[in-house]
């Protein structure tokens, strides 16, 4: 059985998998969280603890260094490879997490286009209209509409970087789109306001537990992680800002906050692309212990 469990940011995603885990036998836990798979990042994750993780195993967490880059193929490759060793060791997956760009592709599927680094740092010198001129001469090639489709200067470079390294129509490489066998989807989630309430005690807890000693740390083994996607989140960014003397203590706490609740605002935008039963906190009197029994008689 393979389910997901995803939701916004500060909602309970965690301990509701670690429950469900712990009532299910023969189950192990994944990730869907594109920031827990680095190294030393825990206190601004909010990493589950080496505790329970030696209670219950878990895929995706702790396996590169802050100054790698970990992208959607990156994931759906390992979570497919994860996903084959389940099926085959008859072993229960939960996916768990709020980066909602992963949980989605594992419920609409995903298709790993083909990577050149060269490629595409010529592709990234170009300026956009340079980039939307070379896509236009694609639509009239293969009478496609990616012009229309494609408007993100990102999405335009992952395109033309596959036609360079193919020289064949990109639309075919959508045409092998694999979904993975997500048995059950939930999407937990609460109220907005007690959602923001708790991410500012969060933040808080997170400044008392060391944040600020944690970014220290990895600035220190790893100079060079400010130019990476793990250093520029929220909760990491602002840190940095503050060790750097552009922002007062205090302002570094608030932006922290602000910024996590708008990724959360982004999640629930999101949230609404997947076909999950919605496990709301409201209709469990807020007990997370609760909602997992509801999960257990749906799910043994």
């Known amino acids: 059985m393979i389910i997901l469990i995803t939701g916004p940011t500060a909602v309970g995603k965690t301990k509701l998998s670690l ?25 601004g994750t909010d990493k589950v603890s080496l505790q329970d993780r030696k209670k219950i195993p878990h895929y995706l967490i702790d396996i590169l260094n802050p100054n790698h880059d970990f992208s959607l193929g990156c994931f759906m490759e390992k979570a497919k490879k994860i996903i084959d060793f389940g099926i085959q060791k008859k072993i229960n ?12 592709a594992l419920v609409k599927g995903y298709t790993l286009l083909p990577t050149n680094t060269n490629i595409r740092k010529k592709l990234e010198s170009k300026s956009t209209e340079e980039l939307k001129e070379l896509l236009s001469n694609l639509d009239k090639k293969f009478n496609t509409n990616f012009l229309e489709k494609y408007k993100d200067r990102r999405r335009i470079i992952r395109l033309l970087e596959a036609y360079e390294i193919t020289k064949t129509n990109p639309a075919n490489l959508w045409e092998n789109n694999k979904k993975f066998p997500i048995n059950k989807i939930f999407i937990l989630t609460n109220n907005r306001q007690i959602i923001y309430e708790n991410i500012n005690k969060r933040v808080d807890r997170q400044i008392r537990e060391g944040l600020i000693d944690e970014v220290k740390f990895i600035l220190k083994k ?20 503050y060790l750097q003397g552009n922002i007062e203590f205090n302002s570094m706490i608030e932006m922290i906050k602000k910024n996590t609740r708008h990724f959360a605002k982004r999640q629930f935008s999101f949230l609404k692309k997947i076909d999950g039963e919605v496990i709301n906190l409201q209709d469990f009197n807020q007990s997370i212990e609760k909602a997992c029994d509801y999960l257990c008689q749906k799910l043994i």
């Open 19 to 43: 429950l469900l885990a712990q009532k299910i036998p023969h189950t192990f836990i994944v990730s869907v969280d594109s920031r827990q798979v680095y190294r030393m990042m825990d206190i």
């Open 222 to 241: 790893f100079p060079d992680a400010p130019s990476f996607k793990s250093m520029k989140t929220f909760g990491y960014y602002e840190v940095i800002q």
């Open 93 to 104: 997956l939960i996916f768990v997490g709020g980066t909602v760009l992963y949980a989605l």
